[in-house]
């Protein structure tokens, strides 16, 4: 039988061999519950051994083969609270694929297998990721400018375009030059989508493969227009 003095309470507790062995001379004290090394602090033994008797008080039971202490194990406490590196690798990661795609938009944008998922984005985060165009493939299949028929004063140009690319665009403004006899321009005309298409279909894009037909109305210029240019531009 040993003797131990706790060095929180100063309470003397009486302990056995084994029960200093089972956790290495770590025991916990009946008394105030604090934890201590009983081979650091020692008691004077029996009285058999020469020195006066200290009087042991009566301690309750010292607990040493309760669960394990925190500092008695390697494994990690779990507070409920969980640890937000995750949340910060997602959205660090989130943040680099932003600048990759900033940085890089113009080859995305382009990249035909890519539309479905860049709408994709689009529509999900409400973001403005640049989508697939290509002035060259849309063409004019007929054109007409003619008197207004009802008005002196206007022109009437009816055109039907036709989007050639594999994929949907947006749609383009329509660039008109009108030119006189001798050949200097007269006019410089822009329609942009809302004026020449309806106003839920401006919203769209521009499918592969189709044919949009339009009818735009405008002033007449002073002199008389001998001729006329398309083109497009975004």
């Known amino acids: 039988m040993q003797y131990a003095l706790c060095p929180h309470c100063l309470s003397s507790l009486q302990i056995t061999e084994?029960?200093?062995?089972?956790?290495?001379?770590?025991?916990?004290?009946?008394?105030?519950?604090?934890?201590?090394?009983?081979?650091?602090?020692?008691?004077?033994?029996?009285?058999?051994?020469?020195?006066?008797?200290?009087e042991i008080s009566t301690a309750e039971q010292v607990i040493v083969d309760e669960p394990a202490a925190p500092w008695e194990t390697s494994d990690p406490i779990y507070t409920g609270k969980k640890r937000p590196y995750t949340l910060i690798a997602f959205l660090l990661s989130l943040l680099l694929l932003a600048q990759a795609v900033y940085i890089n938009a113009p080859l995305i944008s382009q990249n035909i297998n890519l539309q479905e998922t860049l709408k994709l984005l689009n529509s999900t985060f409400h973001s403005q990721i640049p989508l697939y165009k290509d002035l060259d493939k849309i063409s004019v299949i007929e054109r007409e400018l003619s008197n207004h028929p009802s008005s002196d004063q206007a022109l009437v140009l009816q055109l039907s375009i036709k989007n050639m690319a594999v994929v949907e665009q947006a749609y383009p403004h329509i660039v008109m030059v009108l030119s006189s006899n001798d050949g200097n321009p007269l006019a410089y005309i822009?329609?942009?989508?809302?004026?020449?298409?309806?106003?839920?279909?401006?919203?769209?894009?521009?499918?592969?493969?189709?044919i949009q037909h339009i009818e735009l109305s405008f002033e007449k210029p002073q002199t008389e227009v001998t001729g006329f240019e398309i083109s497009f531009s975004h």
């Open 18 to 54: 084994k029960q200093l062995t089972l956790k290495e001379g770590l025991i916990r004290c009946g008394h105030c519950d604090e934890v201590f090394n009983a081979y650091n602090n020692p008691l004077v033994q029996q009285q058999s051994d020469g020195l006066d008797a200290v």
């Open 190 to 210: 822009e329609f942009k989508p809302r004026d020449y298409l309806d106003p839920q279909q401006a919203v769209l894009l521009f499918k592969a493969g189709t």
